[in-house]
């Protein structure tokens, strides 16, 4: 099975590149499976049913997200109906939506599961270590093609939670920090791991946002928060190859592609 992971889409042009191109990657790629982090879709915080809609229509099968998903007061009323967008599985009880999804890909059954981790990160979550454990240990055997996207700040946190779950995980990659790591590889046994995916959306900026707001707020606490950049866009992402079988990756590559709309 071939898995295509597109790291933290950012604002309208990270957006605009993925509903442009996801089609063309599929068909590159010989994509089964399309997952994406979607919690910087809306100007860079959070995404709208619209904006998710769109995407799925376009062909984005499975969203992940982290610490801004609920920035938009509509994404919660949305993410509790639809299975496709999670949130971290180690929120709060009681917080809307669901951290793991399940599905069927050309016969083999699928688990995606969204993790939060918790260093330099709001102290509104569990540890994500014992909710893996839990999510896991829930699995029917047949879902042996096991998806994580670990949202973090600490490559330490990924890292560890990549060993972690070796072997009981086909594939974790990393989002959040928005810079895309070399240091994709398949562990002792079989889970691919990439530190972060990468940002999907501009780069004349600073991470996905205008560069002089961004300094102004490293000079200043009295401003107001940056808006998107524009221009440069790339699309960052990792594309692993599964064995349907086992759940034991084969293959894990980078994908830095430059996007002129």
């Not at 063309?24 to 995404?47: K, T």
């Not at 990549?162 to 072997?167: I, P, Q």
Request: aromatic share 4%; net charge negative.
């Amino acid at each position: 099975m071939k898995i295509l992971l597109i790291g933290d889409v950012v604002a309208r042009p990270g957006r605009v590149a993925v509903l442009e191109r996801i089609q063309d990657l599929r068909e590159q790629h010989a994509v089964d499976l399309a997952v994406m982090n979607a919690e910087n879709v809306a100007g860079g915080f959070s995404i709208t049913p619209q904006m998710a809609e769109e995407l799925f229509s376009a062909g984005i099968d499975v969203m992940t997200s982290g610490n801004h998903i609920f920035d938009k007061r509509e994404a919660a009323g949305y993410i509790a109906r639809q299975p496709r967008l999670l949130r971290p599985a180690n929120y709060p009880e009681g917080t809307p939506g669901s951290g793991l999804w399940t599905g069927e890909v050309g016969g083999a059954r699928v688990a995606v599961i969204n993790l939060m981790g918790r260093v330099y990160m709001p102290p509104t979550h569990d540890n994500p270590f014992p909710v893996a454990d839990r999510l896991l240990a829930g699995l029917d055997e047949e879902v042996r093609v096991r998806i994580v996207d670990m949202h973090a700040e600490a490559t330490s946190e990924k890292i560890a939670m990549a060993w972690y779950l070796d072997g009981r995980a086909s594939a974790v990659v990393g989002t959040h920090t928005h810079v895309q790591t070399a240091d994709e590889r398949i562990l002792a046994r079989g889970t691919a791991f990439i530190t972060d995916l990468g940002m999907t959306g501009s780069y004349s900026g600073c991470i996905g946002m205008d560069k002089e707001g961004v300094i102004a707020r490293f000079k200043s606490p009295a401003t107001p928060r940056a808006e998107h950049s524009k221009g440069d866009v790339r699309i960052c992402a990792a594309l692993v190859d599964v064995d349907d079988a086992t759940g034991r990756a084969r293959e894990i590559s980078r994908l830095s592609l430059p996007h002129e709309s």
